[in-house]
């Protein structure tokens, strides 16, 4: 069935690092990839997106990459600040042309910026 | 732009009751998503409406049910409460078109079953 694992399931790094979070998808007609952040008391906040007929998107210090034989997207934080501190959740849904679709979700990452 | 506004945020019920939970989209939006999220299940779609009718369900028992009004308003409706039923409900709203496909989310109403 449809299933998107995450690794890992906890990151911690110094702020001013990099922060790679990775996931795999299994439903080959998938086609859509959010990533969100979800902060203690709040609701999932869409952060970055990628469709299938693009390999990479950039917005600032963040990245997604897609790659669409191997199943695997990632997320790329770079120079991490203490408030990127949150649980990240990445998803995957296959979208008909005029229909948004469900999106499944990986098990989320906690990512901890150290001052 | 005012984002989805989920009422109420916070509820304590009983087992074997039942509670209605409500989600206002962002203005325009026609799409209303539910998901439900526990820590160890994690995110899970429970179903999707738009122009009030059904277009998408997830792996959830009969007891939850849903449904959405002309101004694309949504409730979700559980009944016979379990302890398990406990979590973060979650609704998201789309504009649901060709070429839109992001989804984004309400605060969630924490639903707490004693």
């Known amino acids: 069935g449809e299933n998107v694992e995450q690794h890992p399931s906890t990151l911690s790094v110094q702020e001013g690092d990099s922060a790679v979070i990775k996931c795999t998808y299994s439903d080959s007609a998938s086609n859509y990839f959010p990533w969100y952040k979800q902060e203690l008391g709040k609701g999932p906040q869409l952060i970055i997106d990628?469709?299938?007929?693009?390999g990479e998107k950039k917005d600032q210090r963040i990245a997604v990459t897609l790659n669409k034989t191997a199943k695997h997207f990632s997320l790329h934080i770079t120079e991490t600040q203490p408030e990127d501190s949150a649980v990240y959740f990445c998803a995957a849904s296959s979208v008909p042309s005029s229909n948004t679709g469900k999106l499944i979700f990986g098990q989320g990452t906690t990512l901890q910026v150290k001052p | 732009k005012a984002g989805v506004t989920q009422t109420p945020r916070y509820l304590i019920k009983t087992r074997g009751q039942q509670v209605t939970l409500s989600c206002s989209p962002i203005?325009?939006?026609?799409?209303v998503s539910w998901y439900q999220q526990t820590p160890g299940q994690g995110l899970q779609f429970l179903f999707e409406y738009f122009s009030e009718t059904q277009r998408n369900k997830g792996n959830f028992p009969g007891r939850f049910s849903g449904r959405q009004f002309s101004n694309s308003r949504s409730e979700m409706n559980v009944s016979t409460l379990e302890l398990g039923d406990s979590a973060l409900y979650l609704c998201a709203s789309s504009l649901r078109g060709q070429g839109t496909y992001e989804q984004y989310f309400g605060p969630g109403t924490r639903l707490t079953v004693t």
């Open positions: 203005s325009g939006h026609r799409s």
């Open positions: 990628i469709r299938s007929n693009v």
